[in-house]
């Protein structure tokens, strides 16, 4: 079991990471690219790509932050649809007796709000801990001068693995059956 859990994780973490950093960059770009219009479209000097640069790197992480949220969202669908080491995760219906075999979105609206709830309250409790650990071990002068977005991107990745094992046990929506 302990092998499902990991490539039911490692599958949501590559598909989460991809998604939300491909989008977040694309978005970037486009932002990049309608400034870049919106200012003349000037030749491209060697100052003017370092520019570009630097506000496709600004935009970066803000964009990244609200794509994750979608890709949260939209990748709670696709842990139903995959069988991983002769196991899957089953959506129940309401009535929890019969098993929904074509997921919509709106099918996961109360599972994902336990999950992602879930995945709030194990996040947070990682920064706890590595709020105590920045400040018994290092020297940082602020308590959360090394917290921005990658940081809490890895929190959340490490909390989603223990969240599938979680969810599995207290969601009476999920089941885990053999494929």
């Given at each position: 079991m302990g092998t499902f859990y990991f490539y039911l994780w490692f599958y949501w973490a590559l598909k989460v990471t991809l998604n939300s950093l491909l989008t977040a960059a694309v978005f970037s770009l486009i932002m990049t690219?309608?400034?870049?219009?919106?200012?003349?479209?000037?030749?491209?000097?060697?100052?003017?790509?370092d520019a570009l640069l630097d506000i496709a790197i600004f935009w970066f992480p803000i964009f990244w932050s609200f794509v994750l949220l979608i890709v949260l969202f939209r990748s709670v669908k696709y842990?139903?649809?995959?069988?991983?080491?002769?196991y899957t995760f089953?959506?129940?219906?309401?009535?929890?007796?019969?098993?929904?075999?074509?997921?919509?979105?709106?099918?996961?609206?109360?599972?994902?709000?336990?999950?992602?709830m879930?995945?709030?309250?194990?996040s947070a409790i990682e920064m706890i801990f590595a709020l105590v650990f920045t400040k018994v071990f290092t020297s940082y002068e602020s308590l959360f001068e090394w917290f921005n977005i990658y940081i809490l991107y890895t929190f959340i990745l490490i909390a989603g693995y223990i969240s599938f094992i979680v969810i599995a046990s207290k969601?009476?929506?999920?089941?885990i059956s053999k494929c």
């Open positions: 690219f309608f400034l870049y219009i919106q200012q003349g479209a000037i030749d491209l000097t060697s100052e003017v790509i842990i139903f649809e995959n069988c991983f080491d002769g089953e959506l129940l219906s309401c009535n929890k007796t019969e098993v929904i075999s074509s997921i919509g979105y709106g099918d996961l609206v109360k599972v994902w709000r336990k999950w992602f879930l995945l709030i309250w194990l969601c009476r929506q999920i089941r």
